[in-house]
């Protein structure tokens, strides 16, 4: 996979990971908005820390696994992405 996350990835990724129907614009419209907001814990963000570094074939590390919010997490898994040139 190439180019930054997306609101609409990280919406089908917490479907397939944690079963969760998310609309992608209402994480996006909702910068204040938290994963606790969408109903998404700890252990089905790791889920998908977990399958962005099989897509992308590289550590995400520890710092988007503390994300509280889609859209903090989103700029630091695309900030990483970008740094490492994928």
Do not use: Y
Request: hydrophobic share 40%.
């Amino acid at each position: 996979m190439n180019g930054p996350v997306t609101f609409d990835e990280l919406a089908e990724l917490m479907k397939a990971r944690a079963g969760l129907s998310v609309d992608p614009r209402e994480m996006e419209r909702r910068p204040e908005a938290t994963f606790a907001d969408f109903d998404l814990d700890s252990l089905g963000l790791l889920g998908i820390v977990a399958e962005l570094e099989k897509r992308h074939g590289r550590s995400i590390g520890n710092e988007a696994e503390g994300c509280k919010s889609p859209h903090a997490f989103l700029e630091n898994v695309n900030n990483q992405l970008s740094a490492a040139g994928v």
